[in-house]
Nanobody, 115 residues
Framework: QVQLVESGGGLVQPGGSLRLSCKGSGFHFSAYTMSWYRQAPGKERELVAR????????TYADSVKGRFTISRDDAKNTVYLQMNSLQPEDTAMYYC????????WGQGTQVTVSS
C-alpha cells in the first residue's frame, strides 16, 4: 500500500538550514509528480515546491524562491526539500504530497525556526 514517510524536521535558528526527506513506497515513484506543502497555525495550507515526474521541472512559492530547493532521487524513491536561510515565518508543519488517481499525504514533519 502507498506510504509517504517524512523525516528531517526540527528546531533551527534563523539563518540556518534543514533538509527534509520523503520516502515513498507501494507505487511506481518515478511516474509521479511530488510536492511539498506547509501549514502554519492560523494560516491556509500552501504549496511550497513541486517537481514533475518526466521533465524534472520545478516550481516554488514566491516566499521560498531562491532559498529552498526541491529534488528527487527516483532510485531511492525519495524527494527532498533543502531549506536554507530559514526565517521564523517558515515555521510550519511540512507535508509531502503525491497527486494521482488517489491523492496521498505524508504524516507531516514540524519545522520550527526560532532564536
Amino acid at each position: 500500500q502507498v506510504q509517504l514517510v517524512e523525516s528531517g524536521g526540527g528546531l533551527v535558528q534563523p539563518g540556518g538550514s534543514l533538509r527534509l526527506s520523503c520516502k515513498g513506497s507501494g507505487f511506481h515513484f518515478s511516474a509521479y509528480t511530488m510536492s511539498w506543502y506547509r501549514q502554519a497555525p492560523g494560516k491556509e495550507r500552501e504549496l511550497v515546491a513541486r517537481i514533475l515526474n518526466i521533465s524534472g521541472s520545478t516550481t516554488y512559492a514566491d516566499s521560498v524562491k531562491g532559498r529552498f530547493t526541491i529534488s528527487r532521487d527516483d532510485a531511492k524513491n525519495t524527494v527532498y526539500l533543502q531549506m536554507n536561510s530559514l526565517q521564523p515565518e517558515d515555521t510550519a508543519m511540512y507535508y509531502c504530497f503525491r497527486p494521482g488517481r488517489r491523492d496521498f499525504w505524508g504524516q507531516g514533519t514540524q519545522v520550527t525556526v526560532s532564536s
